[in-house]
């Protein structure tokens, strides 16, 4: 099964020990919205992908997939 966005955010996101909780506040996000991502219910702004990729340690490639 292919991995989504949504998997690679949640797997990086443990993967260094934080909470949605946390991501979220270091995004200026809500809970929610980190959820949401990480269960394929939508997708993070297109502004965010690099601050995110960054939080998480990765590229905006490796974020994405690609």
Same mark, same amino acid.
């Given at each position: 099964m292919e991995q989504t966005?949504?998997?690679?955010?949640?797997?990086?996101?443990?993967?260094l020990g934080m909470t949605q909780d946390q $991501? =979220?506040?270091? &995004?200026g996000l809500t809970a929610q919205a980190v959820s949401k991502w990480e269960n394929d219910q939508s997708c993070p702004d297109i502004t965010l992908l690099?601050? $995110? =990729?960054?939080? &998480?340690?990765?590229?905006?490639?490796?974020l994405l997939g690609a």
């Open positions: 966005i949504g998997r690679r955010i949640a797997e990086n996101r443990k993967r $991501l =979220a506040e270091k &995004l690099p601050r $995110l =990729a960054a939080l &998480l340690g990765m590229t905006v490639d490796q």
